[in-house]
């Protein structure tokens, strides 16, 4: 593994699924956060973790929730899916715990259509 | 509120230069990122501005202007690689990141 990678590519589910969506990181960064990119829109944020056993909620955090037990994974849940939450989702790293502006990496995407 | 603005959509001809703006009004302000995405593909990072001035590496330059909230993405010597979006990101006082909608880039030939 080299980066981030997200798991599945592609996900098509039924309303009121529980879904969820895979992150890895190698790099041992601190930091990780999903964000889903609508189009027209730009990215917004779901949820963050500055470091492993914290995280904390984004913009756009109602119908989802996260855990970070370790550095390398973030995992993405879905509970009940509703149709609003068809989107392209991306997993982010970055070095830092808090507080100091460092680039994001971002992961491949998982393409999620709920109907 | 917190808002980041850049045009839809633009288009240029190979080989040329071409002038991406974005203004940006946030609560707090750390530095602001452009980064590249293709269609279908994860952004990558281009660069970073914290302080006032242009910074240059290789064909793309950015500026930032933080008096007038302002920054522009400068690319030259357009190649057909380059058409793609390009997405403005603002970091506020909480160190997160607040996004533009993007500016496609379509380059002809």
């Known amino acids: 593994i080299a980066g981030i990678t997200q798991a599945p590519t592609s996900q098509i589910l039924a309303a009121g699924r529980r879904m969820t969506l895979r992150c890895t990181q190698d790099m041992r960064h601190n930091a990780m956060y999903w964000y889903r990119q609508d189009l027209g829109l730009g990215l917004r944020l779901i949820h963050y973790s500055n470091t492993a056993g914290t995280t904390g909620k984004g913009e756009v955090p109602d119908g989802y929730s996260v855990s970070r037990a370790n550095t390398d994974d973030f995992p993405l849940t879905l509970a009940s899916a509703v149709p609003s939450q068809t989107s392209v989702y991306f997993c982010?790293?970055?070095?830092?715990?808090?507080?100091?502006?460092?680039?994001?990496?971002f992961g491949p995407g998982t393409r999620l259509t709920v109907l | 509120g917190q808002n980041i603005d850049q045009p839809t959509e633009m288009t240029a001809t190979e080989g040329a230069i071409v002038q991406i703006n974005c203004t940006y009004q946030t609560s707090g302000f750390n530095g602001l990122f452009w980064y590249q995405q293709h269609a279908g593909e994860a952004p990558t990072f281009l660069s970073y501005?914290?302080l006032d001035g242009l910074e240059e590496k290789g064909r793309f330059s950015s500026f930032l202007s933080r008096s007038k909230g302002y920054s522009y993405l400068l690319l030259k010597e357009l190649q057909m690689k380059d058409s793609a979006s390009y997405l403005c990101?603002?970091?506020?006082?909480?160190?997160?990141?607040?996004w533009g909608a993007g500016t496609k880039l379509i380059i002809k030939p």
């Open positions: 982010a790293s970055s070095p830092i715990s808090t507080g100091g502006a460092d680039t994001q990496y």
């Open positions: 501005n914290v």
């Open positions: 990101a603002c970091m506020d006082s909480n160190y997160q990141l607040i």
